[in-house]
């Protein structure tokens, strides 16, 4: 292919939704934490397409895995039994302790699908609860039903009215989500680490009252690990970390390694009130689907121990960072291999000074910084990433 800048641009400019602001830059090839932009220019990558490019790119085993499942079979649909999907629940199952999963193309179909789960069982329990409850700075994605547990007003008030029955409280209030919650209430909604919200953690206090008014109410637990799970943070759930016990959970973004896939995941109380014909999806899971996340799921496994080293060095790094430039990073956020640095200076003008240096990050939240690596990096990685990003900072404060 020979388009160059000028044409996608003219080409995208004339023809494609202008729903997104894009960095002007076309990336054209990867291999491993680099990209290629069409002049051959290498960037480093620390946001991995926003948590999706788990295993880098051109990652030999899913590269191999994802052409022989299209040269055997891509689809057949949900109307046949599958060679891969149960495979793929009892890995998933195992890693979480739930029972059933049900396989979705994105992580807000992943939500929707917890949604409807969670009004489902109510409605078979005989006391149909439709309330639902939710946490500042979360974000579960595009579609109504996901828009609606949405908190910031920016992205909901274009497209109300929404599904009316969704509260929002503050993590920093536990009286406030108790107060929230009632019998009433089908389910709590969370993010463990609010990414798109700026890679905020919930406080060990808020996850406390979470345990206690579900268990005084009998309220479902979402927790939405969209960005934090799939051993984004470390364990496999974020939730784990926090003691929590959800009984629904969404998962997406790494778990395709690029390939689209969504699951939701269930306790066997809540899937035993779902009958064949409630909810479904005709692309969701397919073969290739399940082949790239079952690769997914034996490549990640063997990088746990570099991970918490590139972790380490990532944390030990930014915490330096911080300390060294004590006017312009006021907060160092995160776990694993999710980090958020909130700066003072313009965030989107440090994005596009370390994009000018080859290195690529994103801005969240107005004043974020965020680094969501492929599972990959090494620390090698790490300082040179982070050598380019004390020099964008830099540059950004002038
Ligand atoms: C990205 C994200 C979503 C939405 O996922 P899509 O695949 O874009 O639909 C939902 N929840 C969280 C926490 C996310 O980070």
Redesign the pocket.
Known sequence: MTTTTVDVKTLETQHVLQNYKRFPVVFTRGEGVRLFDETGRAYLDFLSG??VASLGYAHPALTRAIADQAAALLHTSNLYFHPLQGQLAARLTALTGHDRAFFCN??????EACLKFARRFWFTEGQPRQKFVALAHG?????MG?LSVTWDDHYRAPFAPLVPTATFVETDDPAALHAAVDDTTAAIII?PI???GGVRPIPSALAEAIREACARTGALLIA?????GSWRTGPFLHSQALGLSPDLV?L??ALGGGV?V?AALLTDRIAATVVPGDHGTTYGGNLLACRAALTFLDEADRLQDSMRAASTRLFDRLHALAAARPGLIADVRGAGLIAGIEVTVDALAVVNAALARGLVINRTSGTVLRLLPPYIVTPAHVDAAIDILDQALGAAAQ
């Open positions: 926003i948590g994105s992580g807000t179909e992943a939500i974000f579960h994605g595009r579609t996901a993010e609010r990414g798109e939405d690990e969209v960005q934090s969404a997406a973004k689209p969504g």
